[in-house]
């Protein structure tokens, strides 16, 4: 019988240590990989197999495996290294979307004083939020209210509609990175209407540094992960606290709406977010904030005024 690897349609030794990177100038970003801690460029290796970048195409047409193939008989040192002034982007090219999960983390219901979701509870965050991991980040005009909150993000492989079972929601998940939800706390709660508002301003998504294949984290439901501003820690946390986990969840929203290769899901926050302390503490110009997961590196990013 062919192993859940295999049925999933990756090689047993797929994707271990093969970390998806973009680089470049916004709007002209080059699609990568991080091999032994250095950036390479494999634009070239990618025209080769007839794409662009990592975005919907790539992951449905099977992108990741063919890409291990051909490295796999290639000489990586052939590669071009990306000079280190050169920023990082999004290691995804633009969602189609970006969809969110609010209180999944036990502890931030309760700083919250809400009770635990019986459901996940669902919104959409503007996919034109996504930026790289050490871009600033824009305080909108009129926030009182910019804040924090660290989540693993869940990069989708493969089209997921309907989903069967919850084992079957493993085969759809490419890999995750590190997800900054930042928000604006008063465009969410007191503007009217849903959270939209204070969810999707201009940059508030930072992705990456790098998407790590599912097959790279094995443990996906035991990783630490960290937020501080100006170095004092504000959160500390674990997946193992999530109320429902990453498969779940892309079953259940499967049942919904159609999850598209490349979208993302940004799966919750653990306690400790600005909104919830005492007196409530917000991010102004000058902050700078950063955020650290298992396995999947650390984001940096100097808040400033709009």
Known sequence: MASKSEVAGYPADFGENMRLIRFGDKNAETPGLLLGGIRKDISAVMRELGFVDFNHRFFTD?????????????????????????????????????????????????????PLPVEPILFLKASNAVVGPYDDVLIPRGSTQTDWEIELGVVVGRDARYLRTIEEAAEHIAGYCISHDVSERAFQHERGGQWTKGKSCDTFNPLGPWVATAREIQQVGNLSMSLTVNGAVRQQGNTATMIFNATYLVHYVSQFMTLEAGDVLTTGTPSGVGASRTPPQYLKSGDVVELSIDHLGVQRQRFINA
């Open 62 to 114: 099977n992108g990741l495996v063919k890409l291990h193939q051909t490295l796999q008989e290639y000489d990586q040192r052939r590669l071009p290294d990306v000079d280190d002034n050169v920023r990082w982007a999004a290691p995804v090219a633009r969602p189609g979307k970006v969809v969110c999960i609010g209180l999944n983390y036990a502890d931030h219901a309760r700083e919250a004083g809400t």
